[in-house]
């Protein structure tokens, strides 16, 4: 069980947008910032969103980030068979003086 | 450029030892927290242990602590992970990561433990 909570699964065409949603509590989500991180089929998580919103050098501002209280959100917009990965939202707990992900999303690009 | 590469996984018996490296280059090492995430087969990323530039703030997992040490050498850029009495819920693909104040931005490929008798 993870900490945070993300959708196991979401789905959109080509060209659309999707969010992936992230819900966790105060001592995490609602006090420290969240991050983002895609993995594609068989290689090692990539940094897409830092500090709830911020984009790391080299990722299009088709990925897009937000926090509100304790949920943060993903967003992807122009939808490519590319962005087929699983995403996962991270964060630190304050309680537990440890780093938390949630479960991951597994994202269909139909 | 900036890399971090993973060493000394394998497969171990339960009860047993193993201690994984992780070698970094292209960055000040010493400037950055560094970090353990492991992910098992077919499963979602768990963070394992993070510790300070000098070594002197050290953070894990309840599920790891007691059994695993994560220490680091700045003059030889690198990091590892003691781990003490494993168990099969601790086979997993380890990835050494750098850690910055928002997030972990660059990851190594991981290097594979296997836990089984």
């Known amino acids: 069980q993870s900490v945070l909570t993300q959708p196991p699964s979401v789905s959109a065409a080509p060209g659309q947008k999707v969010t992936i949603s992230c819900s966790g509590s105060?001592?995490?989500?609602?006090?420290?910032?969240v991050s983002w991180y895609q993995q594609l089929p068989g290689a090692a998580p990539k940094l897409l969103i830092y500090d709830n919103n911020k984009r790391p050098s080299g990722i299009p501002d088709r990925f897009s980030g937000s926090k509100s209280g304790t949920s943060a959100t993903l967003g992807i917009t122009g939808l490519q068979t590319g962005d087929e990965a699983d995403y996962y939202c991270g964060t630190w707990d304050s309680s537990l003086s440890a780093g938390v992900f949630g479960g991951g999303t597994k994202l269909t690009v139909l | 450029q900036v890399q971090l590469v993973e060493s000394g996984g394998g497969l171990v018996k339960p009860g047993g030892s193993l201690r994984v490296s992780c070698a970094a280059s292209g960055f000040t090492f010493s400037d950055y927290y560094m970090t353990w995430i492991r992910q098992a087969p077919g499963k979602g990323l768990q963070w394992v242990s993070s510790i300070s530039t000098s070594g002197s703030t050290i953070y894990y997992a309840d599920s790891v602590k007691g059994r695993f040490t994560i220490s680091r050498d700045n003059a030889k850029n690198s990091l590892y992970l003691q781990m003490n009495s494993l168990r099969a819920e601790d086979t997993a693909l380890y990835y050494c990561a750098r850690q910055i104040a928002g997030g972990v931005d660059i990851w190594g490929q991981g290097t594979m433990v296997t836990v089984s008798s």
């Open positions: 105060s001592s995490n989500i609602g006090n420290n910032y």
